[in-house]
């Protein structure tokens, strides 16, 4: 069983569209988290989110929209796509929000034509 | 963010043994992780440092020193299937985590 699950593993969509990537974690965590990798490799946190509270929103643009109907889930919706969009969206979780160990998903490819 | 660096690429034979730097700011700093991700892959856990010293786990130690903002990875008997990057991630205050950009490690036979 994967731990963390995301959904779809990759999304080719055009410019101005509007697109949602699931997360699911099957570990019992507290905490989960959306991670943005640009083609640099560079990942940088976008969300995090405890007990379905959200503790960060690190200056994403509101075309960004996460929910976390559960604590095991936690979704983005993504509103009027643009290029820059493009790059890899991974989810991840921890036990709690003090403990540093993250579980990452295997990665969402989004390529914003 | 925070001021995570580290070297954007190194090579090293198998069998030798490799170091990977990191700084990092010290402001609001709680501890110090290390993950490795292959090309196309999610990156995965090898080690967290809180304390002062060196941790070892196997072929791969990390060091942390908290009054210098460094910190290092160390990996012995290099494999081939070691050729990865590595990313050196600081944990803040609120649970932030910021990443380094990773060290792309090649390692030739």
């Known amino acids: 069983d994967t731990a963390v699950s995301q959904t779809p593993k990759y999304l080719v969509t055009q410019m101005g569209n509007d697109k949602s990537i699931k997360c699911e974690q099957n570990?019992?965590?507290?905490?989960m988290y959306w991670y943005k990798q640009d083609s640099k490799k560079f990942l940088k946190i976008m969300f995090s989110y405890n007990n379905k509270e959200l503790i960060i929103n690190e200056t994403v643009p509101n075309r960004f929209s996460p929910k976390s109907p559960d604590k095991a889930h936690l979704n983005l919706h993504i509103n009027s796509l643009e290029l820059g969009d493009s790059a890899v969206y991974f989810c991840a979780s921890s036990p709690s929000l003090n403990t540093g160990e993250l579980f990452f998903g295997e990665g969402s490819r989004l390529t914003v034509l | 963010g925070q001021n995570i660096d580290q070297p954007t690429e190194m090579t090293a034979t198998e069998g030798a043994i490799v170091q990977i730097n990191c700084t990092y700011q010290t402001s609001g700093f709680n501890g110090l992780f290390w993950y490795q991700q292959h090309a196309g892959e999610a990156p995965t856990f090898l080690s967290y440092n809180v304390l002062d010293g060196l941790e070892e786990k196997g072929r791969f130690s990390s060091f942390l020193s908290r009054s210098k903002g460094y910190s290092y990875l160390l990996l012995k008997e290099l494999q081939m299937k070691d050729s990865a990057s590595y990313l050196c991630a600081g944990g803040y205050n609120f649970n932030k985590f910021y990443f380094g950009s990773g060290t792309k490690l090649n390692v030739k036979p």
């Open positions: 570990l019992g965590h507290d905490t």
